[in-house]
């Protein structure tokens, strides 16, 4: 059982709900240690005086800030002083609609769940309404001396809380990125031919299709060295398209998607993985509705479908699929 990283409540209106906040995720990353070559001596990290070169204590060590004309020093204990207490209260100071959240916004996530049995009730109250206004909490609380803005909302039964960047945390990428395209660059051929691609290539989204494939090549590396073996290198890097080449590359790269020898590729490793237990890829979309109203919904992208929903005021929108989201408009007009 996960031990909680924050305990407190959340507060909206008058309305109290002690929580628990729990780590959403976890990270595989293989560590290394530094070595020095050709031993098996570590490296290590020390605090040095840059001009006498001695090693310094952690105790006599404070903080300087450079103003470009000299050093203002702050001690650990000032920065303590001022900061805000240890908070026990999310409160929530607003509901917003997700859709209206650019993602960029999003940090890390943690699962918020009630601190004992007898909240499940309130809990559950604030999970559904969430869910069905398809609108989150935002609010401010701070943990482990920072303040964090979050927004609190539902997901799949339970209540999760997001961290959120700081507006001006946020870069400008007008600012940040050279050479970015002008809108209308692209040509009505070249532009129609990249909407087929993309959806020949079209998949429902199955997070367990998706694993870190650099983190397993390292581990096979690390076992192959133990045991004194080779590993295949990786393929080069794809040599740019150049703009001369791009039409004939979208078209080549259409019929590539949708050749009969690839979709048998894919059934043959759908049939494969249930012999050796693995999952199989996401396959591609299909429509299957008996209606022509829903074989017409099909047809759509899922921006076109997405756009609808808004429309037609579709709860949970933002985390449906393309199907999901044609089913439930064809759903709504039969009401």
Known sequence: MARPVWTGV???GLVSLPVALYTATDSHTIHFHQLQRGTCDRIRNRRVNERTGKEVELEEIVKGYDTGEEYVLIEPHELDEIAPGRSKTIEITG???LDTVDPIFFGKTYYLGPKGK?????????EQALEESNRAGIATFVMRGREYLVALKAEKGLLAVHTLHWSEEIRDPQQEIPDLPKTGDASA???KMAHQLID???VDWQSEDYHDV???KVAALIKAKQAGETVEKAEPAPKATGAVDLMEALRASVERARSPKDTGERTSTSKDSKATGKKPAAKKRTGSSGTSRSQSLQSLTKAEL???ATKAGIH?????????LAEALAACKGK
Not at 118 to 126: A, C, P, R, S
Request: aromatic share 16%.
């Open 118 to 126: 007898e909240y499940t009730k309130i809990y559950g109250l604030l």
């Open 95 to 97: 509901f917003v609609d």
């Open 316 to 324: 949970g929108r933002s985390g449906m699929s393309h199907d999901e």
């Open 189 to 191: 051929g070249e532009l």
């Open 306 to 308: 997405y756009e609808k």
């Open 214 to 216: 650099y983190q397993e």
């Open 200 to 202: 020949a290539l079209a």
């Open 10 to 12: 959340i507060s909206f």
